[in-house]
């Protein structure tokens, strides 16, 4: 049903260098950045695996509001992969990897909170 969605964040670089390492386990990056003359110099990039899914968009006031974007992971090991990845990269940890049964029998998930306070996720619905 969702084509793609996007996020405004405070410092596009802070961010991106975040995505470009939380996304990597994960087998996405920045796939495309629009050109800024189409942008109004706003700097727009978009993540995925195949094609741009995910966009940043640089705002000039702080974001209001935090977002929670959960990113598919083709396996457990990729979730793992991801926190620690996205730890690594500044991310504060908001739910280490685990079964989270409440929500789906296979829900393996785990949270961390972006630089602009975003709760982001990555989750495998995939029996072990």
């Known amino acids: 049903m969702i ?5 405004t964040v405070l410092d596009f670089d802070v961010s991106k260098a975040f995505y470009d390492r939380a996304m990597a386990p994960l087998g996405a990056s920045l796939l495309y950045m629009v050109p800024q003359e189409y942008t109004g110099g706003a700097k727009v990039g978009g993540y995925g695996r195949d094609r741009p899914v995910f966009w940043l968009h640089v705002g000039k006031d702080k974001p209001k509001g935090h977002q929670h974007v959960a990113f598919t992971a083709r396996s457990r090991a990729e979730v793992d992969a991801f926190h620690a990845a996205a730890i690594a990269a500044g991310g504060k940890d908001n739910g280490g ?10 829900y393996y998930g785990a949270f961390v909170f972006d630089p602009d306070g975003n709760n982001v996720e990555a989750v495998c619905r995939a029996p072990e």
């Open 3 to 7: 084509d793609h969605l996007g996020i």
């Open 97 to 106: 990897p685990g079964l989270r049964p409440h929500y789906h029998p296979n």
